[in-house]
Structure formats: C-alpha cells, structure tokens
C-alpha cells in the first residue's frame, strides 16, 4: 500500500514539474517568442501597437511571478491560451486533431501487437530452426529502416504505379454521402499511412513477445500441461500470459509517445492528425499551441506509464514479490 | 563468444559500407567544389550531363546538395552522440560517487524522461532559430537521460568491486577511482550508448528536416528530404527519384550500418544459444530502472 501511495505522489509531482517546466523553458532559451511570432507572420516587422498589444494578450508585459500564476491558474481551467495565427484556443484545436490520430494509430498499434504477438509466438515455438531465424533476420532488417522511406515505398507501390490508395489527406474533401461512406472514405485515406506504422512498428513487437515467450517454453509448468494432455491451444494459453505484460506495456508506450510518435508519417500523409497540427504550428512559428501539444504528450506519457506500472503490479505476480 | 565469431561477416560488411559512405561524404569539396547553394541551373530540372541529380525547386544541384548535405548529417549525428554519450557516463557515474549530487541528477533524469523527446527539440529549435550548431546542442541535451540510467545501474555494481574498495583503502581520490576503475567498467556501454544515438540522432535530424527545421544556411539531408516533401508535385512526375530517394536511402544506409554495428542489439537478439538469455538475464537485473521506462530505453534512444 505504501508503494502505491509512493507510486501516487511521484506521478503528481512530475506532472507538476512538467507544468513548471512548460512555463519556463521557452523564457530561459534565447529569443523571444515574439520575435519567433513576427517570423511566422511573414511580415518583416510589425508595427509596434501590434507588438504590445501581442506582448498584452501572452502576459509578457506583467512580471515572471505574475506571469506564472496567471499561467497556472489558466491550466486549472484548461484554458492553454490561444493560438497566434489562427486566434483559436489551443485546446479547440488539439480536441479537434486528437481522434484523427489516436484513430489511425490505435489501430496500427493494435494490429502491430496482434501480428507481433502472433510471429512472435510461431518463432518461440521453433527453437534452433532456420526459417524462425530468417524470418527474425528479416523482421530486425525492417525494423532498421527509417519510417520515411517505408512512407516512400507505400506511395510509389500503392498510390501512384497501382493507384489503389491516396497519397495525403485524411478525407475526400466534399465528400458528401452518409455515414457509412464517410468511414469508408476515412479507412481508405488512412490505409497508407496505417501500413506504414505497422510495418514501423512490428519488429519491436515481434522480438518483444518472442524474447518473453521463449524462456518458458520448456518452462516445468508447460511441460506439466503437455504431460496432463492438454490441448496445444490451452497450453498456449498459459505461456501467453507471460508475454501478456512486456506487450501490453509496449503497446502502452507506443499509445502515449503517439503525438511524436507519428510526426513524420502524418507529414508525409499530409494526414491532419496531432502530428501534422504539430507540423503547422512550427511553420507558422505559433508556440502557444507547440506549447500546448508539449503538455498535452508529456502528461499523455506520465499518466500512461503510471497506469501501465499499475496494471503490471495487477497483472504479474512476479512484478508484486519483487516489490 | 560465438556469436560474435557468426556475426563477424555482417560486420565487417556494416563497418565497410559506412567508411564508403564517410569517404564519400567527406570528399564532397572535391567532388562538388564550391557553395552547394549557389544556383546553377533552372529550377526543377531532371538529370543531365551538368546535374547527375537534376535540380530543386530554386535551381541548386542536388549532387552538390546531397554530398554537402550528408556531410552535415554525419557531422550532426556524431557530435551529438559523442556529447551526449559524455553526458550520460558523467551523470550516470556522478549520481552514484558525489554523493550530494544523487537526488537532482536523478529528478533531473525523471523529468527529462517524462517530457517527450522531440517536443524539446521542436521548442529549442522554433526559440531560438533553426541551425546546425543549436540542433547538435539541442540533441546532446535530449539524448543523455535514457542511458545515464544504464550507466548508473553499472556502476552502482561497479563501485562494490574488490579492486575499488582497495583502491580507496590505498587512499585515491574519487578522480582517480572514476577515472582509471570504473570507466574501463562502463566503456563498452558507452559505445553501444554511441552508436545508437548516432543512429537516433540522424533521424531526429531528418525528422526536424521534415517539420521545415532545417539550418537554411547549411543543406542536410534532413532539409532536403524537408525540402522535396514541400514540393507539391514530388511523386506525380519523376521528382522523387532524384530528389527525396538519395536523402532517404543516405540516412537508411547509414543507419541500418549502425544498427548491425551496435553490439547486442540486432545480431543477438534473436540469437538461440543459451548463452544470449543468460546475458540477458544479467542485463534485466543490472538495468534496475522500472519495467516501461526500461522497455523504452532499449528501443528509443
């Protein structure tokens, strides 16, 4: 019990410094933001009422201490200010961006653990053999390659020489039809860029459920479980619950790093999910809302691994005795 | 051992594709003299005689472009991995010798854990301005906090050796110890910590490339792959084989190289001797960080 309060107060406080952290980052570095916002703006001054009233409207004309109560007092309401070049609030904007990506790469996520989960096992089950070996060669030279060239080699396949799938975009802009068709207009632009993280994907999914399956392969509980005559389906069973934990911990991982995680594929996609908000918000130089995709990941990070340190505590015996 | 022996060809053959690659990149003064800036050319223009690699979309030779821009990426990757590889042993060693510094390096590793990588980066770099010398800075800051704490795990077993508790008893100083017992201990960490961060950092490179974060005053092969993904037109005629596939494959080969270097990873995780698990075993127990944050470090940084 002691350990799950310990577990408890070091989440809130690294959710605390992670605030801090926010606020003051960008005050230390050198440059100021405005001048990152007159960058952006394309312009190559702006006239100085604008300036002070841009300087008003962040605070930067009140002192840091005032500032950064103001700016906790904000986060309370989740209020993450407004952004700069579309005078939006921020959190409108990642509330609008977030099912796009939490959409395409939960599933990817999701198909990537239950192929690796599957290789994984096939692999386990065939110690020493040459084909398991090849195939794990195989996997680890794809896991190697960088994303971008996966995105490239899905575009020319696919999209352009057998033109099966669009290369960018989310939708099919005035679409129009119901329900159904609107999905299906979804899945169809989403296919490449899920493609692409799976295959980005698999590998570490694949050695991590071989890697916790192999050693109790000939572990005396299965050896029992053969030797009672159980069905190879049910002795499966019973060595999965081993690779249980390291692959829904990973699939964890891979949910809370997903706002960075899929920057690159979504910019090639042109896909408009938070990693393509991510993008636009560099180009137009608008920190409030770097800022804002800052705090919502890191926070989407911490709370994910204290949940998933939790579950493991729940799941796995073993995870309990150490403790 | 033997799999050390069995992995020697694949090695070896890494090891000579990526001295090709430095050779190359480094003779890009001789092989394309002159500022790869300069506009020779008409903008997006196809290979000729004068640009093997055709042109961009305002007229720069790509060759020029490409062999400039790798030297870049290497310079960038390996900076920022021998920086941050200095910064991980000196935290990693410092949290367990100096006493007083234990619990702010270690809150300080937490913190920097929680906070998503490319996040600071993207911050650092829209503050202050893209350029060469603040992404390598910028890298080596983000870099360092996975492998400090794999560092630390070593040493806290290192300093219980016979031989660094007689070097104490025979009166040397924490200099010393750390210097001549301890680093040799954590020295082949430090090069697999190499490595892979050269790796990490190339495409983060090329991933701030994308994102238009480039140096404008100095091409990668980050910004060019930035540069080609920004032309409209990239895959609808023949543009990407010139423009985007040379970047593309130059950090692909350059790191799928590193990977096969990098002992432990690669060649040995599938490996089946029994040998492997029992180092693997000795790595779960010495990597005594928590299960998510230890599954993270392995693959992340």
């Known amino acids: 019990m002691t350990d799950l ?18 606020f003051f980052l960008p005050r230390v570095l050198p440059g100021s933001p405005l001048s990152a916002a007159v960058a952006g703006s394309g312009l190559p001054v702006l006239p100085s009422a604008t300036l002070d009233r841009l300087r008003e409207g962040y605070d930067l004309n009140r002192p840091m201490r005032e500032q950064f109560v103001r700016y906790l007092r904000r986060l309370g309401q989740g209020d993450l200010g407004r952004s700069i070049s579309t005078h939006r609030p921020v959190s409108a904007l990642i509330a609008e961006r977030l099912p796009w990506t939490v959409g395409l790469a939960g599933v990817a996520i999701a198909a990537a653990a239950l192929a690796g989960l599957a290789i994984g096992t096939w692999s386990a089950m065939r110690p020493g053999s040459r084909t398991a070996q090849a195939a794990g060669t195989l996997v680890i030279g794809l896991g190697a390659l960088p994303e971008f060239l996966i995105a490239m080699g899905c575009i020319i396949v696919f999209g352009v020489r057998w033109r099966l799938f669009p290369t960018g975009g989310g939708m099919t802009p005035f679409g129009g039809g119901g329900a159904a068709r609107w999905l299906a207009d979804v899945a ?47 002795i499966l069973w019973h060595a999965w619950r081993n690779a249980m934990s390291p692959v829904l911990t990973l699939s964890g991982l891979r949910l809370a790093t997903l706002v960075t995680g899929v920057v690159v594929v979504e910019r090639i996609f042109a896909y408009p999910g938070m990693g393509m908000l991510l993008v636009e918000a560099v180009a137009r130089r608008d920190y409030p809302v770097i800022q804002g995709i800052l705090l919502v990941s890191s926070v989407a990070v911490l709370t994910v691994v204290f949940l998933l340190e939790l579950l493991a505590y729940r799941l796995d015996p073993r995870v309990r005795e150490q403790t | 051992m033997r799999t050390t022996v069995r992995a020697g060809g694949m090695v070896v053959a890494a090891a000579a594709v990526l001295a090709c690659i430095v050779v190359v990149v480094l003779a890009a003064g001789i092989l394309a003299p002159g500022d790869p800036r300069a506009i020779t050319g008409l903008p997006v223009h196809s290979p000729d005689a004068a640009h093997p690699l055709g042109t961009n979309e305002v007229g720069q030779d790509l060759l020029a472009v490409w062999l400039h821009g790798g030297r870049t990426s290497l310079l960038v990757g390996s900076l920022a991995a021998l920086l941050s590889t200095a910064m991980s042993a000196s935290v990693g060693m410092l949290s367990v010798t100096w006493r007083p510094a234990r619990i702010p390096l270690l809150a300080l590793t937490e913190v920097f854990l929680a906070i998503p990588g490319l996040m600071i980066l993207v911050l650092i770099l829209v503050i202050t301005g893209p350029g060469t010398g603040r992404l390598i800075l910028a890298l080596a800051l983000v870099g360092w906090p996975a492998f400090a704490r794999i560092i630390r795990a070593q040493t806290l077993i290192a300093v219980r050796r016979d031989h660094v508790q007689a070097a104490r008893a025979l009166g040397a100083t924490d200099v010393r110890i ?53 032309y409209p037109l990239l895959f609808l005629g023949d543009a990407w084989r010139w423009w985007a596939l040379p970047p593309a494959l130059g950090i692909a080969v350059t790191t799928v190289a590193l990977s096969a270097l990098t002992p432990g990873r690669a060649t040995r995780a599938m490996a089946d001797t029994p040998a492997m698990s029992e180092k693997r075993e000795q790595r779960r127990q010495t990597v005594r960080a928590r299960l998510p944050f230890a599954v993270r470090d392995e693959y992340s940084r």
């Open chain 1, 188 to 234: 169809w632009h989403a296919a490449l860029p899920a493609v692409t993280l799976v295959a980005a994907l698999l590998p570490v999914f694949v050695l991590v459920s071989r890697n916790a399956l192999a050693p109790v392969m000939d572990a005396t509980f299965l050896v029992v479980a053969r030797a009672k005559g159980l069905r190879p389906r049910r």
């Open chain 2, 178 to 230: 750390a210097w001549t017992c301890l680093l040799p201990e954590i020295a082949p960490l430090l090069f697999t910590k190499f490595l892979l961060t050269v790796r990490w950092a190339m495409l983060m490179e090329a991933a701030l490339g994308l994102m238009g974060l480039g140096d404008p005053g100095r091409p990668s092969w980050g910004s060019m792959l930035g540069g080609a993904f920004s």
């Open chain 1, 5 to 22: 309060r310990a577990h408890v107060a070091r989440y809130l406080v690294l959710l605390a410094v992670v605030a801090v952290v926010n």
